[in-house]
Each structure stands twice: as C-alpha cells, then as structure tokens.
C-alpha cells in the first residue's frame, strides 16, 4: 500500500496550485537578441555577444551578468519582473549592438577570441534618437491621429472609450508593420533578420535538450513565442485595455485640445511600465502546457516574425549557437 506521503506526491495539482507555482517559481529561461552580423544571448547569470567579423572570424564576449533584481529581490515578482526585463533589453542591446557594430570597423590587429573594449558614442546617441522618435512614432501620433480622425468623423468617442483605443491601436499597428515591411528591403537589416532567426533556432534546441549543433538547430522554427516581436504586439493589445481603463476613470477637464493631449501622453508613457509587466506575464503563461488559452495573444506575435526573421545560413546559426555555449558556459559555473 503506498504510504500517505506517495499518494500526497501522486496528485494532480489543481489548475489553480500549478497558476500560483508558475507565477512565483517561473522556470528560468535564455533569450537573445540578433545585432549586426551576430547575436546576443542572456541566461539568468550570464550575457554573451557572438560576432563574425569581416576577415570571417568569430569575436565572443561573454561576462557574469547581474540583475538589478539581485539586489531587489521584489522586482522578480509576477507582474513588476516585466517592466524591469524590458528596461534591461534595452541595455543590454545598446552594449550588444556597440560592440558589435565596433567589431565590424575593427581590422587586422584584433584577434579572434579577443574582446576588444571602448565605446561608440555615435550608436549610443543613434539609439537614443531612436527610442525617442519610435516613442513619439508609436505613442504621440497614433493618441493625436486618433483624436483628428473621430473629430472628423464627428464621433464623440473620448479617451476612456473602447472606440478611441481601438483606432489607436489600429493606427500603431499599421505603422508597426509598415516600418518592419519598409526596413526589411535593406540588404543588412535582410541579414539582421536572418540571424534573429538564427538565434530562435539555437534557443529551442537548447530547450529541446538536444546537442548544441548547427544541424539540429536547423530543424528547428525561426519563430519563437517570447520573441520581443511577440512582446510588442502583446504589448500593443495589452495596452488597448489598460488605456481604456485607465481614461475611464481619468477627468482631464475642460483643457484646451494640446494641453489635454500633452497630459493624455504623458499618462500612456507612465502606463507602458505596467503594461510591459502585464504583457510579460502573458508571454510567459502562455509558454507553459496550463497557460494555452493565452496563446491567443502570442498568435498574432507569431505572425508578426514571419516579416523579422529569415531562414538562416549555418554559419550564421553557428554564430548564435557559440554566443548561447559561451552564455551557458557561465551559468553553469555560476551555479556551481
């Protein structure tokens, strides 16, 4: 007969025991993000940049990486860790993105297996105008173009209204995928996207279990469902709700038509941290076998990589493959 504590083990968790030990036991994962002519790969521990340089040679960065979270361990809760992930992508793909970009104007006297230091002003000054003019692209002109249209059309739809969010919603998707299409005809960003699909082969035969090799990492799909493709378009569904929520219960006043759209935007840009977390979690859930329902907001971030990823060359997937052993290589001695 088996004894109490057998039987105890033989239970099925209930739907809301197995919710609970997600939200706050959520596995560890490997993410990553392609740059020029390579890619990026983070652990919870470790942060790596694989790159091919021009004479062919592969440049690996790796370092111990250390979470904000390590020191504020309320920041890995469900519902916060998300904000503070996108935060850090962000970062980490500004270093990711210098060192690789310095790697391609690097010449002879750089090695391979060396790492090269210094740093690129000029890309992280490109990428600061590009945060801000995406932020403006994406959050000021849809929330004004919205506003413009319903005026036009006489609707007297206001900002708490399920109408207005939808249209902006609308409106920030189109630009989404009009810049993804428009971008994707330039021969790097082609190259670009290859290696992003080089990476989500290299991350799935890594969670298969299956040995790190470039042939069976090739079987695998280049469309992976916490891609920060899916993330944004989570994000961008998330947000309808959120906005609409947030407005009902938001008076602006009698404000003259600039002022009210000023302090409407300076709302949405403090609302994304909240967004971000809760889009996170969904991205997450819906990653696990008790968390298919949610797939329904993954679907059409899915779709979506269809336009961002490529299928890539070997060498190109033996790049994202060295970046995740030199990651991997890290956490295991982390850990030990």
């Known amino acids: 007969m088996d004894s109490l504590k057998e039987r105890k083990s033989k239970k099925q968790k209930s739907p809301l025991s197995s919710l609970l030990t997600y939200l706050l036991l959520a596995p560890t994962t490997v993410g990553g993000q392609a740059v020029i002519e390579g890619v990026m790969m983070r652990s919870p521990k470790a942060m790596s940049i ?16 250390i979470s904000i979270a390590e020191k504020f ?18 970062l980490n793909g500004i270093e990711a993105l210098n060192f690789s970009a310095m790697q391609q104007e690097e010449t002879s006297e750089i090695k391979k297996g060396e790492e ?3 740093f690129n002003i000029t890309l992280f000054l490109t990428m600061v105008v590009a945060i801000s003019l995406a932020l403006f692209l994406f ?5 004004i173009a919205s506003r413009i249209i319903l005026s036009l059309l006489n609707s007297k739809a206001g900002l708490g209204s399920l109408t207005f969010n939808l249209l902006d919603g609308v409106i920030k998707l189109t630009l989404f995928l009009g810049y993804i299409i428009a971008i994707g005809f330039l021969p790097e960003i082609k190259r670009v996207f290859a290696y992003h699909g080089a990476e989500h082969r290299s991350i799935y035969t890594f969670e298969a279990g299956e040995e790190l ?6 079987q695998h799909s280049t469309l992976h469902p916490r891609c920060g493709t899916s993330f944004i378009i989570v994000v961008l569904m998330v947000s309808i709700i959120v906005f609409a929520i947030s407005f009902k219960n938001i008076q602006l006043g009698e404000m003259p038509f600039i002022l009210r759209a000023c302090v409407a935007i ?15 979690e969904i991205i997450r859930f819906a990653s696990t076998p008790i968390g298919k329902w949610a797939s329904f907001f993954v679907l059409p971030g899915l779709l979506v990589q269809k336009l961002t990823t490529r299928i890539p060359e070997d060498d190109q997937v033996e790049v994202a493959l ?8 890290i956490e295991s001695n982390v850990k030990t």
């Open 139 to 143: 959050i000021v002109v849809p929330h």
């Open 116 to 118: 090269p230091g210094g």
């Open 50 to 65: 694989a790159v091919r340089r021009p004479d062919g040679s592969v440049v690996v960065k790796k370092k111990r990486w």
């Open 73 to 90: 361990p309320f920041l890995r809760l469900p519902f916060i860790r998300g904000a503070l992930v996108l935060i850090e992508a962000i």
């Open 322 to 329: 060295t970046a995740l052993k030199a990651a991997l290589e």
């Open 266 to 280: 300076l709302i949405k840009l403090a609302l994304m941290l909240p967004i971000a977390g809760i889009s996170y």
């Open 213 to 218: 090799t470039v042939k069976n990492a090739q």
